[in-house]
């Protein structure tokens, strides 16, 4: 039989959209979230070692990432009463990590017709024909896709680069800037790359706070307090 192939979206594209139901009621996306960012992922599978273990992660950071304007939305192609369960069995038995009564509050949408998975290439066939990939879309308050990460059906991601991820866009976005290897709020900045010949002398000669390492590569101080002043919610 033949392979169907679906054009995965881009860095850069409008989020595509859809309505689903989620354990939080149905939702219109990226309607529902337009004004915020917006984290979603999927997971392969619920009743799993590796996804619980995210979901109790990624739950007992909700709060981090609302004052962040961000809202979490995982996936899979399991239905809803697996989810509802799954949850639950979370809340009530797991102790993992000195995490525990962990309350997933944010939506999980059910799948299974894999609709929305194939919409987003969160099915990767040479890795699983029947369930969703760990995949990350970070999508912008005005539904534009803005980072997507991919991680294999052994791997748990890890949530504290998701946290830099959201924080370094919205950086870039607030500042204009772009932020280096490794950044995290309170390291240097990189300034927009020169792009004249004029522009270029200015900044090897120019006597502002600025480290040029070369004409194509200059940083400058953004005080962390400034940039979380701006990016997180009081
Ligand atoms: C897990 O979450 O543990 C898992 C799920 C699907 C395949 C492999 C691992």
Redesign the pocket.
Known sequence: MEEKTFAMPRIGDKAPEFKAVTTQGQINFPADYSGSWVILFS???DF?????SEFMTFASMADKFEKANTKLVGLSVDGLYSHIAWLRTIKEKIEYRGMKDVEVKFPLIEDITMEVAQKYGMIMPGE?TT?AVRAVFVIDPKGIIRTIIYYP??MGRNFDELYRVVIALQTADAFSVATPADWQPGDDVIVPTAGSCGVAKERMESKEEMKCYDWFFCTKKLDKQKVLDTILKK
């Open positions: 997971h392969p599978a799993t070692p590796v996804c619980t699983a369930k059906l052994s």
